[in-house]
């Protein structure tokens, strides 16, 4: 069974310049997660789909993060314009109806 | 607002040893554990779970304790591996979303 697929791996943007993420979760999962990992800290989670719709987003920072899953499938999550403490890893996930959520390798983003 | 805790940022335990990482938690409405465990440049990795209904659980060198009233759990590496060395984060939920703490790096030494 093939894992949770994202690109890039690593990215370096400017501050005020946009980036987005892609993901691609395990077949079948119907629940796909976006986390935010800063150095030093657990993951936070940023939004929670359900298919194509959004169950939980109260902790994205909608004036420059949005996100979206068409289709029910991938997702992409996106930052416009990034700032310094964006820097983080950004990490997938997608869970099983046991709710065992499987991650992907992540996305190291560095604002500079 | 740190709802899951744990306190050790970091742990070295010898080869053949027991590995016990702990985690204590403040919601009480948190009703299912889950362990990670993640190596560098790499996503992390189910390791192990624990639903509020049971306060124990054990899967091969791996067992998690819960301790409902104290809200704290913990997971045991019995024997602990070099491979074994890590970082584990302890997750907790009250639905869907998962609360991590800041992560214990684990190290065992030949």
């Known amino acids: 069974e093939a894992g949770v697929a994202q690109s890039p791996r690593y990215k370096i943007i400017e501050k005020r310049q946009s980036v987005a993420f892609w993901c691609n979760p395990i077949s079948g999962h119907a629940t796909l997660y976006w986390y935010q990992q800063i150095l030093g800290q657990g993951p936070k989670l940023l939004i929670q789909f359900q298919n194509n719709g959004v169950v939980d987003d109260s902790q994205l920072p909608k004036d420059r993060f949005s996100a979206e899953r068409l289709k029910g499938v991938d997702s992409t999550l996106k930052i416009q314009p990034a700032k310094l403490e964006d820097s983080a890893v950004y990490l997938c996930?997608?869970?099983?109806?046991?709710?065992?959520?499987?991650f992907g390798p992540g996305t190291r983003l560095t604002v500079t | 607002d740190q709802q899951v805790k744990q306190n050790s940022p970091s742990l070295s335990v010898q080869e053949g040893r027991i590995s016990i990482l702990n985690c204590d938690y403040t919601?009480?409405?948190?009703?299912?554990f889950l362990w990670y465990k993640k190596y560098p440049a790499e996503g992390p990795t189910f390791l192990i779970s624990?639903?509020?209904?049971?306060d124990k659980n054990e899967d091969g060198r791996f067992t998690v304790f819960l301790n409902k009233s104290a809200k704290h759990l913990s997971l045991h590496i019995v024997p602990s591996q070099p491979g074994d060395s890590a970082v584990y984060f302890c997750a907790a939920s009250a639905g869907y979303a998962l609360n991590f703490g800041k992560g214990t790096s684990l190290l065992v030494t030949p």
């Open positions: 996930a997608s869970s099983s109806p046991k709710n065992e959520q499987y």
């Open positions: 919601n009480s409405m948190f009703d299912y």
């Open positions: 624990i639903s509020s209904i049971k």
